[in-house]
């Protein structure tokens, strides 16, 4: 007896949900684009005077928000880029002062006369590393206050920026994602379940609007062929990148962002390709697991460049970690709660033969322009 086939329309409705599922996840979310969105980070530290901020910045993002000319955040190469500094320390510093401030017992902290400046490279962009010491009144004892409003909405070259701040000053230590809704913190104020929650948060985000991460999972999806297929694949992805994400921002490994960012591209493309022409031949499902664990290393290290720590082991710096990684895993989960149920009522239909071919297109043809991208920016 032959099948009878799905009817048209539920064919249709099918591919119709499949299609806006995969919509919702790609698009331009505020991490996705250069312009769209940048993340700040503070390293704030206690000096005997006071306290000692070290920023790290997005290069022509500063020196476009500090309303330079082209010349400078158009320059290409770290010593050209330092030059640019030194010639616009002023604009800089001023630009630094007020969008980020330092109070000690509610009493406004006095930015120094000059910053130190460097230049290092985050992910494939360039980043200006900017020292700035903040003399304090009173015998420093009591709360400090730190407040961030750097890049805001308003200057209309990016949305949505977040202040990651690292403080380790008069025996408090701890992290907080600083925001315009939230731009403050109060070293004696900042909780444990409140950082807990904001870096989840952050986690979640970081997947979801990573579009480099989204599209490698959702090449995972398509490649599975049953749910016990999605359950392996996603513990030794989940693991990999996990064992990397912890090394990686705890500084006992360190790998340039010049060579992982484009092996995250070339990954994305390999499990495309490979979900879609290897799936059902002999033997694959061997090496996909072993594949899929060390394409989950270099992944963990891409994460590990979203939460720019650059400081000693500490509980507060563990939990931190824990729950940034807890925040991608959820994020992880509920992709593939709403998107592998649709891939297999497509697999179950005659149109999964160009079906998967055509979501894979796409996510191919992206990640092999991130990966000519990301290299040549590095050559």
Known sequence: MTAMRPPLSRLRATLAAVLAALAVLLLPAPATAHDATSTAYAEVTGTETGAEVT?????????KSAWLYAEAYEAKG???QLRQLKLNAEAVRDYLTQRFAVTHDDRPCTPAAAIDADIHTRGTRPFALLTLSYACPGDGEG???ISSALFPDAETFVHSTKTIVHYDIQGARG???????????????????RQVGEFFVLGGEHLLFGLDHVLFLLSLLIGARSLRDVVLTATA???????????????????????????????????ALAGVFLRDREGVSRWRLPVVFAFGLVHG??????????????????????SFNAGIEAAQLAVIAVVFPLLLLVRRTPAQRWILPALSTPIVAISLYWLWDRVTQTV
């Not at 920023?55 to 020196?63: A, Q, V």
């Not at 650059?310 to 931190?320: N, P, V």
């Open 301 to 322: 290290l891409g994460f590990a460049g979203a939460l720019g720590i650059d400081e000693g082991w500490s509980w507060e710096l563990l939990l931190s970690l824990l």
């Open 237 to 271: 992805f989940t693991a990999a990148h996990s064992v990397t994400f912890l090394l990686a921002a705890t500084g006992v490994v360190s790998v340039p962002g010049a060579v992982v960012e484009p092996v995250i591209a070339a990954s994305i493309a390999v499990v």
């Open 143 to 145: 709360p400090y206050g």
């Open 78 to 80: 770290r010593t050209e």
């Open 175 to 193: 992290s907080q994602v600083l925001t315009a809704a939230e731009p403050t913190l109060e070293t004696s104020g900042a909780g444990e379940a």
């Open 55 to 63: 920023f790290d910045l997005e290069y022509d993002l500063l020196m």
